[in-house]
């Protein structure tokens, strides 16, 4: 992990979107001090679809009815 300073990260965003693209993870650092970390973005494995409890779960016709 290499750490790198703001005003590098902005010069050079482009090339260090390439190497997380290859997978490297950046520190960015203001003044030294570590404030964000680049990493490639991971798509969610389970990815939910719609209406895929439909017919599992029952809503009471009084759900919503106050509570005596």
Request: glycine share 8%; net charge positive; with cysteine.
């Amino acid at each position: 992990m290499q750490q790198i300073n703001i005003h590098e990260a902005k010069t050079h965003l482009s090339r260090l979107i390439e190497r997380i693209l290859e997978g490297e993870e950046i520190v960015i650092a203001r003044h030294g001090k570590p404030v964000a970390c680049l990493v490639p973005f991971k798509k969610r494995m389970n990815e939910r679809i719609a209406g895929g409890l439909k017919g599992k779960i029952k809503i009471a016709d009084d759900f919503d009815a106050p509570i005596i």
